[in-house]
C-alpha cells in the first residue's frame, strides 16, 4: 500500500466553515471532515460584519482536531472562502475595525457614482469582471466615503483567506483567484491593475505582491504549532483562495465540451479558458474573467444560487414550521410545475429577510399567478434558477462560439435531486454531478501539485473521477422550457 499523504483544508463558506483531512493513497482521495462551525457574523449600528477573528480561533480548534485524530504530520494546509470581503491593517498590523460582510448595504449606489468617476466600459477593460454592486472596488468607495475614512491610514490591504493565511504564517500576499474577485486585477497580467488604482485614486502601497494560486508561504507560526501540535515544518499554502477557483479545479472532466455549475448559496456558472474573454459582448452579458488554476480563466456569470430557498426556509422557521432541505425538495416535487418565475438575481433578492413575501412581491408586479403555499414557492425558485442557467449556457455558448455538450456541477447544491433534473431538462444536456465536496476536494488537490504529490491538474481531475461517486441526469422534459422561454425572457426585461 502506497504511503499516505495527508493535507488540511479549510474551507469557508458565508454560511459555515470546516476543516478537512485529506488523504491522499492508492490513486484515491478521502476526505474527513473533523471540524465544523458557523461563521461568525456580527450586526451592529445597522451594518453586516465578520467576526473574522473568531473565524481564526475555529480554524486553531479544527488544527487541533486535526491532530486529535490523524497526528501532527501534513504536507501543507490551505484556505478558501467566498470572494471580495477584506481586512484593512494599520503600521503595526492591527485590524482597522471589523471587515464589511458583502450584503451590507453601504454599497447600495457605489456602482453609479464609481461609473461617474470612471466610465463602465473602460472598467470592465482593465478588470474583466461582471458588475455587481458588493464588489470590493465598490467596498472601497464607501469606505472612502465614511467619516473616519480607513484607507487614509491603512498600511496593507488584505483578501479575507489571504489575512487568515498571513495569521497562520506571517505572510502577506494576496493570491490570484481572490484577488481576481476584487475588480482591481489586471486579468491579461494577473496583477494588480495600476490604472484601476490610479484612476479611482486608491493607495497603491497597501495592495501586497500577488502571487499564483499553489504558492508556498512558509512554515506554520511556531505559537500555532505549539498552541496545536501540529508540525512546526507544516507548510502554509496559498491554494485556490476562491471556494469557486478551488470547486472548478475539482471538476472531474475528462474531455472537452464542458460548462461548470459551483451550486450552493451562490451559483457560479461557466468555463474555464485558457485566456480572459473581453469585449463588449461579454461586458453586454455582464460575465466575469477571474483567476483559476494553472493559469486558467473561469469565465462564468455569478447568479444568485440557492440563497433565496434558505432564507424561505430561514423565514418560515421562525414562523413556526422548520422544514428539512429534502422535505422542501419532496413538497416542491409534489408541486409540480408553477408557469411563474422570479428573476433571481433580482436587487431585492440579494438582502436577508422576508423572502417568500419579496417573491410573491415580484410575481405579482409582473402580473404571473402566485401561490404562498411551501412547496409552490420552493418549485418556483428551482424553476427559476433552471431557467437563468438556460439563459446562462446560451449565452456562454454564443459568447465563445464553442458549443457546450455537458454541465459538470459540484457542491452542496447538487444534493438538490429535483434541481438537478430540472437544470438538465432546462438546459438540455447532460448534467453531471460530483463531488458535493468539490471545494474541499479542490483546495487539497491544489496543495497536492504545489507539493510534488499530483504532477499537473489533469492528473488531480482523473484523481476525483476515481474517488468519488458521479451522478448523471439527461434531459426528459425539455418541452416545458422551450414554450415558456419567451415568457421567462419578457419576465426579465420588464
Request: hydrophobic share 40%; proline share 5%.
Amino acid at each position: 500500500m502506497a504511503q499516505v499523504k495527508r493535507f488540511i483544508a479549510f474551507d469557508l463558506g458565508a454560511e459555515s466553515g470546516r476543516c478537512v483531512v485529506g488523504e491522499m493513497h492508492d490513486s484515491l482521495l478521502k476526505l474527513n471532515e473533523v471540524h465544523r462551525f458557523d461563521t461568525p457574523m456580527i450586526r451592529y449600528q445597522h451594518n453586516l460584519l465578520w467576526d473574522v477573528l473568531l473565524i481564526f480561533q475555529e480554524l486553531v480548534t479544527g488544527l487541533t482536531r486535526a491532530v486529535e485524530a490523524y497526528g501532527p504530520g501534513y504536507e501543507g494546509i490551505s484556505l478558501d472562502t467566498w470572494g471580495v470581503d477584506y481586512v484593512l491593517l494599520d503600521d503595526d498590523n492591527r485590524l482597522l475595525g471589523y471587515p464589511y460582510h458583502y450584503r451590507d448595504s453601504r454599497t447600495d449606489t457605489m456602482m453609479e457614482k464609481a461609473f461617474e468617476m470612471f466610465p463602465r466600459e473602460q472598467i470592465y477593460e482593465h478588470t474583466g469582471i461582471q458588475f455587481v454592486q458588493f464588489n470590493t472596488l465598490f467596498q472601497l468607495l464607501a469606505e472612502r466615503e465614511q467619516q473616519v475614512n480607513f484607507l487614509e491610514i491603512a498600511e496593507r490591504f488584505l483578501p479575507i483567506p489571504n489575512f487568515l493565511l498571513y495569521l497562520l504564517s506571517g505572510v502577506q500576499k494576496a493570491e490570484y483567484t481572490i484577488a481576481s474577485t476584487t475588480q482591481l486585477t489586471d486579468p491579461r497580467h494577473r496583477d494588480w491593475s495600476r490604472e484601476i488604482l490610479d484612476g479611482f485614486h486608491l493607495p497603491e502601497h497597501i495592495f501586497p505582491p500577488i502571487v499564483e494560486p499553489g504558492t508556498v508561504l512558509g512554515p506554520l507560526l511556531p505559537e500555532i504549532a505549539r498552541q496545536t501540535g501540529v508540525d512546526p515544518e507544516t507548510p502554509v499554502i496559498a491554494g485556490a483562495s476562491h471556494d469557486t477557483a478551488a470547486a472548478v479545479a475539482s471538476i472531474p472532466a475528462q474531455t472537452d465540451g464542458w460548462a461548470f455549475l459551483s451550486s450552493g448559496t451562490w451559483s457560479l456558472m461557466g468555463l474555464e479558458l485558457e485566456n480572459p474573454l473581453i469585449n463588449e459582448h461579454a461586458l453586454q452579458f455582464n460575465v466575469t474573467n477571474e483567476g483559476g488554476v494553472a493559469g486558467t480563466t473561469r469565465f462564468l456569470k455569478n447568479i444568485m444560487g440557492l440563497w433565496p430557498l434558505q432564507e424561505c426556509r430561514r423565514y418560515w422557521a421562525q414562523e413556526g414550521t422548520e422544514y428539512a432541505y429534502d422535505r422542501l425538495q419532496q413538497l416542491a416535487e409534489d408541486a409540480g410545475y408553477t408557469e411563474a418565475w422570479v428573476d433571481v438575481d433580482d436587487a431585492r433578492f440579494l438582502k436577508p429577510g422576508d423572502m417568500p413575501e419579496k417573491i410573491v412581491a415580484f410575481l405579482q408586479e409582473t402580473d404571473q399567478p402566485f401561490r404562498e403555499d411551501v412547496g409552490w414557492i420552493a418549485r418556483c425558485v428551482l424553476e427559476s434558477l433552471a431557467f437563468k442557467y438556460r439563459q446562462t449556457i446560451q449565452g456562454l455558448e454564443e459568447l465563445t462560439g464553442d458549443p457546450v455538450s455537458r454541465l459538470h456541477a459540484v457542491g452542496g447544491g447538487i444534493q438538490n435531486t429535483l434541481l438537478n433534473q430540472l437544470t438538465a431538462d432546462a438546459i438540455g444536456r447532460e448534467v453531471i454531478t460530483g463531488p458535493v465536496e468539490g471545494t474541499g476536494a479542490g483546495n487539497i488537490g491544489v496543495q497536492a501539485i504545489a507539493r510534488g504529490v499530483l504532477p499537473d491538474l489533469q492528473a488531480f481531475r482523473n484523481l476525483v473521477a476515481e474517488s468519488f461517486e458521479l451522478v448523471s441526469y439527461q434531459p426528459e422534459q425539455q418541452d416545458y422550457w422551450e414554450q415558456n422561454e419567451e415568457r421567462y425572457r419578457s419576465i426579465l426585461a420588464d
